[in-house]
């Protein structure tokens, strides 16, 4: 890349290795790579948070203040892209989504279609863990109505335990990555998001209706 202060052509970094000047970023680099951490599920939660720090320290806008605009704008441009790729991949869930979308698969929409030069393709639920879902929220109701609170809770731990299980699964297959491994991390994925819901409901006291699973 083209360093805006030196206009030396530099390798892509924080900072020009020819003037020092802070660089914006160059194309959309995935959370992975801005932290510098493999692609996968496994992650030392405690060594990406320290290189978190010292990147968004180094990078701060603060330190910016009085600098040129375009080191003002790099410096903000790079703090909210750190940002956001520690608040994605320091929670389980999210990181294991985010990094089935960079594996070109969205689980956080319904249906599915073919990925396209803009984006991932969506994957749809299974049809047989829409009827199971379906048939959780009817016993749900019915526990609500006679307040049968101990089939409320009876309800709640088989879904949070099929909750974890799809989850421990998928972060299998995400870490392996072998054929098939991204499908099978997908249907695990969807599997937890509506499982999530479930259980949201339960906590909510909800009343949502059986068809709220297709929706």
Known sequence: MICWSCQKNVAAADFCSACGAILPLEGRPDHFTLLGTPRRFSQDLEA????????????HPDKFARADPQARRAAMQRTVALNE??????EPVARAQYLLRVLGID????GTLPGTAEG?????ADPALLGEMMEKREALMEARLE?????VAALSQQVRQSYERALAEAQVALDRQHEGDVERAANCLVAVRYYGRFLDSVEDGGHASPGAEHG
Do not use: M
């Not at 991932?120 to 749809?124: C, E, L, Q, S, V």
């Not at 307040?147 to 089939?151: F, L, N």
């Open 147 to 151: 307040g049968d609170e101990a089939a």
């Open 85 to 90: 790729a520690w608040r994605t991949l320091r």
């Open 120 to 124: 991932p393709r969506k994957f749809a």
């Open 107 to 110: 689980v956080t929409a319904e």
């Open 48 to 59: 990406l948070e320290r290189r978190y720090k010292e990147s968004t320290r180094a990078v």
